[in-house]
């Protein structure tokens, strides 16, 4: 039993000192590289990790990891996907950060994947379906949402009334990623909304363009207004 366990912790101390290198480009094509089945486990587990530039590289990681397993074995990608259902699961005893935020990249990445689990993202954010209660736990929900619409807007359209809702939420960063995600997706009923808060000084830490980013609730309602209001009628 020892060998198996000094393996395991040397893949995961191997994955750790690969997402802390200066370059994400290389990071990410090293992780590539490894067996997906020995590297995936490593790199779910650094989705808590204390460091937030380790955790949002796991993010990145896993969507192009389980996006090229899926290419090759659809089944073995959609028993990640499961797994991901699982932890967001109360009965499976953990509180499953980074989990929507990993889902949604993931999606984005695979289009045969999104067809199928973007709706199971969506009810996240749901009070109808399996809504998360907890402001900070529902903001990855919201930006696992927010990603997938920035590539396959049409797969998430559903989330638009429940998204709307929240803009109305006491947590600034949840109104902010709910602005920022119906941007993305281009549902134009909330526009009365959104224009309430274009003056919202609330902070949002918000991760794009594989940097994070702390911007006003204010400042991502326009952006949204100045997406709608671009979109074809």
């Known amino acids: 039993m020892t060998e198996p366990r000094t393996g395991i912790r040397a893949l995961k101390k191997q994955v750790l000192g690969i997402l802390s290198q200066d370059s994400l480009d290389h990071a990410l094509a090293q992780i590539l590289h490894i067996s997906p089945r020995q590297v995936v486990n490593p790199l779910i587990g650094l ?3 204390q ?3 380790i955790r949002w590289r796991a993010i990145l990681s896993l969507g192009r990891l389980v996006s090229a397993l899926a290419d090759s074995n659809m089944e ?3 028993e990640v996907m499961r797994r991901f259902m699982w932890q967001m699961n109360e009965e499976s005893g953990g509180i499953g950060w980074g989990v929507p935020e990993a889902m949604g990249e993931v999606m984005a990445n695979h289009p045969g994947l999104a067809k199928e689990y973007a709706s199971i993202l969506v009810s996240y954010v749901d009070e109808d379906q399996c809504f998360l209660e907890h402001d900070a736990f529902r903001r990855g929900a919201l930006w696992g949402v927010g990603r997938l619409a920035t590539v396959h807007p049409d797969l998430v359209r559903d989330a638009g009334p429940a998204l709307a809702k929240i803009l109305e939420c006491p947590d600034a960063p949840n109104r902010g990623l709910a602005a920022w995600a119906i941007g993305w997706l281009g549902y134009s009923r909330a526009v009365d909304r959104l224009k309430t808060l274009v003056d919202d000084q609330g902070l949002t830490p918000l991760f794009e363009d594989n940097r994070m980013r702390a911007v006003t609730v204010g400042a991502l309602a326009r952006e949204a207004l ?4 671009a979109a074809p009628s």
Do not use: D, G, Q, V
Request: glycine fraction near 0%; charge should be negative.
């Open 47 to 49: 989705l808590c990790h």
């Open 51 to 53: 460091e937030e530039t």
């Open 226 to 229: 100045e997406k709608l209001e």
């Open 76 to 78: 073995s990608a959609r």
